[in-house]
C-alpha cells in the first residue's frame, strides 16, 4: 500500500538566502495537494525538493526529511536518479523529447529496465496514453514527433511519459499557464482521473483552478507555509488573515 508523504523540518538556502523554513506537511495518497502563494514565495521551489531537483542547483543547503515509502530521500544511501523516478514532474511548458510520440513514452521505462522492447513496451505505451487521455487523439502518429503536438496535446504526452515508470507521486508546476481554455480543461480533468492512483502535487497561481482540482491547500509565503488544510475550509474560512487577504486578492 502507498503510504502518505511526509515532510518534515524542511529548510532550504541558496547561498545565504533562507528560502524555505521549516516546512512540516504531510500529502495524503489518492489527493491533489495545489500550494498557492505569491511570486517568489518559495512554492516551486518546495517542489522541487520532492524529488531532489534542488540538488542541480549550485549551492543550495536542505536539512530535514522528505519522507517516501517510509524512507527519506535526502539519506545519504538514497540515489536521487531513483528518487526522480518515483516522484514524477510536469513541468510549466510542456517539453517533450525531441523523438517520437511512441519513444517519449517508452524511453526512461526501457533505461530503467523496466519493460522490453515488444509487444509489452507497446502495451505500456498504450496504457500510459490512454491515463493521459491521449490515446484516441496519436494512436495512427506514433512514430511522428512529439514536437508536433498541439501545446495542450504536448502536456499530456508529458504526463505520459511521467506516469509510464510508475512514480508514486506526480508533482505539476504550473502545468497549465502555458495553455488555452480547452486544453486547461483537459489536463484537469486528467487530473482528477489520475488521483485515483497517484498523489498529485501542483504549484497554480490560478485560485479559481486550485478551488475546482484541489483536495487540500497550502499556502506559502515569504519561504513560510502559513497554512494548511482541506480546500472548502481554506477558501471560506481560512484562520490566518494573510491567507485570507490573498485569496480575497488583497495582496500577491
Known sequence: MVKNIKIEDLNLWYGKN?????INLEFKHNSITALIGPSGCGKSTFLRSINRMNDL?????????????????YDRDVDEVAVRKSVGM??????????????????????????????????????????????????????????????GQQQRLCIAR?????????????PTSALD?????????LMLELKR????????????????ISDYIAFFNLGDMVEYGNTDTIFV????????DYITGRFG
Not at 533562507?18 to 521549516?22: D, E, M, P, Y
Not at 542547483?57 to 530521500?73: A, L, Q, S, Y
Not at 511521467?162 to 504550473?174: F, G, R, S
Request: neutral net charge.
Open 18 to 22: 533562507h528560502a524555505l523554513h521549516n
Open 57 to 73: 542547483i549550485d549551492n543550495t543547503k536542505i536539512t530535514g526529511k522528505v519522507i517516501i515509502e517510509g524512507k527519506n530521500i
Open 90 to 151: 510536469v513541468f510549466q511548458q510542456p517539453n517533450p523529447f525531441p523523438k517520437t510520440i511512441y519513444d517519449n513514452v517508452s524511453y526512461a521505462p526501457i533505461k530503467h529496465g523496466l519493460i522490453k522492447k515488444g509487444a509489452e513496451c507497446d502495451d505500456l505505451v498504450e496504457k500510459s496514453l490512454r491515463s493521459s487521455a491521449l490515446w484516441d487523439e496519436v494512436k495512427d502518429k506514433l512514430k511522428t514527433p512529439g514536437t508536433s503536438l498541439s501545446g
Open 162 to 174: 511521467t506516469i509510464a515508470v510508475e512514480p508514486n507521486i506526480i508533482l505539476m508546476d504550473e
Open 181 to 189: 481554455p480547452i486544453s486547461t480543461e483537459k489536463i484537469e480533468a
Open 197 to 212: 492512483d497517484y498523489t498529485i502535487v501542483i504549484v497554480t497561481h490560478n485560485m479559481q483552478q486550485a478551488a475546482r
Open 237 to 244: 474560512n481560512p484562520k490566518e488573515k494573510k491567507t485570507e
